[in-house]
């Protein structure tokens, strides 16, 4: 008899539909379940904390030489921590002082926020250019597609980093012109997605309704035609985020990049990476801080893969 | 299968054009005056002069484009360096044996570990073994060659110094361990200046070919224990990436049903997967390994201005640091075209590896 009743009862249970669910909310379901991408999401939280509180965490001006205005300060002293047992009369450094008297742990904090700047930035330029190519590409066919994707081509036959050297050599060392080239080389990826996406999509039925009521190219380019596309940049877009940050802390490791005294991880580095024996935290820490950040990227940008593919997850 | 090669090589024709006309493009866009941008501030205006004419700048663009085609392409000329006063070509050809095996090296220490990674994690699909090594292979890619290198050195030349895992942190070989060339050892007498001599002093310059054919087992082992850290810099994303390709791709084949009937049919379990499975899956490692082989060249820049090891990438980053325009293009030149090739090698070897390209 329970069991009849428990039975019953049920039953409008199980003919309730499915309440309807966007996309993005149910890829952030997805996302959430996946424990790879919450480490990389708390990872690259933590870090945006960092950036954003970068000022009211540093204890000191991340160019400032202490020279002078602090007693007993020495070049390249070690971390001294005081929580942790360093003695109280000297001055706290939690990552130690780097060789022009600055002290690493705010530079360390400030490099957060220029490489996460100079991440976002330069995807973000190159997902417009390569948005605007490949769309025009894919939308106009004909010789525009046939010049612009040779162009893709020529850019893809270089490895990235030599590229950006090479650009970055010709333009003068900088941040600007190494976010610049760093944005440069990755275009054909971006141009690549959004021109493939463009194909499938102007084939579609609703397009050509769309067009035969007269509704103006660029309307429907813009309305109808990538929406659809900005999945795919949106994975390939996080994953990239990451690389651009290797790439110019690279290039910055190389001379190319950030000048001195810019507090850049990848300037840093190369600024004592011969002390690589005698004072190993100015090298390793802000080898560290980029491999993190690069770490989250890579773990968010492969959970938003699985969570935003419609063909798996799926149940 | 011919029809199939000559098309692919005709596709990589508009691209390898594209390159010449990239890397011509970068030499004059260069902002301001080439020749001081080449010869310094203090060059004089009549210096200035005769070498605008003496490399021909005063031309159109066109005819500038023409010269420098059949400058490298007829001449094989990539131009002088002002810095060291020598051809480019030659540069790169004492240079290139450097760089060339530690290309190989890490390749093969990131194809070797990474199809035995792939394949174990394959194997124990869901893991902790599986897990552990796909978050080792996310940590792989994450971390930078330059901060891997200066890692290596910290542990392994500072660290585990005075016990048998001591390597040393920089160089190619130890100078004091004596390595003649393979050539004067055996006696022969080649004057210097000549084609034959430089062909000769090319590879005695690859160390590991030059140790090992003069029996020189010393200088061999010292060569090897030199080269063990930066392939390691070097090979470690291809490493990560090579383990998580082979991975995906045997899991697809062992979920096969030929996979279940050779299970079936009583076969040993290492026969199955190693036999009937992962000579299947390893296609798509194929495409991969020679891909990243493009990339190591990228990764050798910065690794051998860690380990000290001068080869191209070494000279390259001198040449940035001291703005040697000329070095830095025929650089790019070189290794984009030979970029193109290993990717056109990949795809000829792949229509081999698979009938269904060649056929379709």
């Known amino acids: ?315 | 299968m011919g029809q199939y090669i000559a098309r692919r090589t005709m596709l990589a024709v508009p691209v390898l054009i594209g390159i010449l006309f990239v890397t011509f493009a970068l030499a004059r866009l260069i902002p301001g005056d080439p020749c001081r941008a080449v010869l310094g501030e203090r060059a004089t205006d009549e210096i200035c002069d005769a070498f605008m004419e003496r490399n021909g700048l005063n031309e159109p663009i066109p005819v500038q484009f023409g010269v420098y085609l059949k400058q490298i392409l007829i001449d094989f000329d990539l131009g002088e360096s002002f810095r060291f006063g020598r051809p480019v070509m030659d540069i790169i050809v004492e240079r290139l044996p450097v760089t060339v095996e530690l290309a190989f090296s890490a390749m093969i220490f990131a194809t070797f570990f990474g199809i035995i990674f792939g394949v174990v994690s394959a194997y124990w699909h869901n893991s902790s073994i599986d897990v552990a090594t796909m978050m080792g292979a996310n940590l792989g890619v994450s971390v930078p060659v330059f901060v891997l290198g200066l890692l290596l050195q910290y542990v392994f030349a500072l660290l585990l110094k005075d016990t048998f895992l001591a390597l040393p942190p920089s160089g190619r070989i130890n100078p004091v361990i004596p390595n003649p060339p393979f050539y004067e050892v055996w006696g022969w007498t080649v004057e210097e200046g000549t084609g034959w001599h430089t062909f000769l002093e090319f590879l005695s310059n690859f160390v590991f070919f030059n140790t090992f054919i003069t029996f020189n087992w010393e200088a061999f082992w010292d060569a090897v224990q030199h080269m063990i850290l930066p392939a390691v810099a070097v090979g470690t994303i291809p490493l990560a990436i090579i383990a998580r390709i082979t991975r995906s791709s045997l899991l697809e084949v062992l979920s096969l049903d030929y996979i279940r009937t050779a299970r079936a049919k009583g076969l040993a379990e290492v026969g199955v997967v190693m036999r009937h499975g992962l000579s299947n899956a390893l296609l798509p490692v194929v495409t991969i390994v020679g891909l990243q082989l493009g990339f190591l060249l990228a990764g050798a820049i910065l690794t051998e201005t860690i380990f000290n090891l001068t080869g191209l990438g070494k000279t390259l980053f001198d040449a940035i640091t001291s703005r040697d325009y000329i070095i830095v293009q025929g650089f790019t030149l070189i290794v984009a075209v030979s970029f193109v090739l290993i990717n056109l090698l990949v795809d000829i070897s792949y229509a081999f590896l698979d009938p269904r390209i060649r056929l379709s």
């Open chain 1, 1 to 315: 008899m329970a069991t009849a009743d428990s039975t019953l009862s049920n039953a409008p249970a199980l003919l309730k539909t499915k309440e309807p669910s966007s996309l993005f909310k149910d890829a952030w379901r997805h996302l959430i379940q996946k424990r790879s991408a919450v480490v990389g999401m708390t990872i690259l939280a933590i870090l945006a904390v960092v950036a954003v509180l970068a000022p009211v965490i540093a204890p000191f001006d991340p160019e400032q030489q202490l020279i002078g205005k602090e007693d007993g300060i020495k070049k390249r002293s070690g971390p001294c921590i005081h929580m942790l047992g360093c003695p109280e009369e000297q001055p706290q450094h939690i990552f130690g002082v780097d060789a022009n008297f600055r002290d690493f742990f705010s530079r360390v904090l400030y490099g957060a926020r220029l490489s996460l700047v100079v991440g976002f930035a330069s995807v973000t330029i190159a997902i417009v250019t390569g948005t605007i190519l490949g769309s025009l590409a894919g939308f106009l066919g004909g010789w525009v597609d046939n010049l612009i994707m040779r162009l893709m081509d020529v850019l893809l036959a270089f490895p990235a980093l030599i590229l950006a050297i090479a650009i970055v050599t010709v333009l003068g060392p900088g941040l600007i012109n190494a976010l610049i080239a760093i944005s440069i080389v990755t275009i054909p990826a971006y141009a690549r997605v959004i021109r493939s996406s463009v194909l499938t999509v102007k084939e579609q039925d609703y397009v050509l309704a769309g067009r035969s009521i007269g509704v103006p190219q660029f309307r429907i380019l813009t309305r109808d035609v990538l929406p659809n596309a900005i999945t795919p940049l949106i994975v390939q877009g996080t994953l990239g985020i990451g690389t651009a940050i290797v790439e110019v802390a690279a290039l910055s490791f190389l001379g190319l990049g950030a000048q001195p005294p810019t507090p850049e991880w990848g300037l840093m580095i190369s600024a004592e990476r011969n002390q690589i024996f005698t004072a190993p935290y100015l090298v390793l820490i802000p080898g560290i801080c980029i491999a993190l950040v690069v770490l989250g990227f890579n773990l968010l940008g492969d959970g938003l893969q699985d969570a935003l593919n419609p063909r798996l997850n799926r149940r």
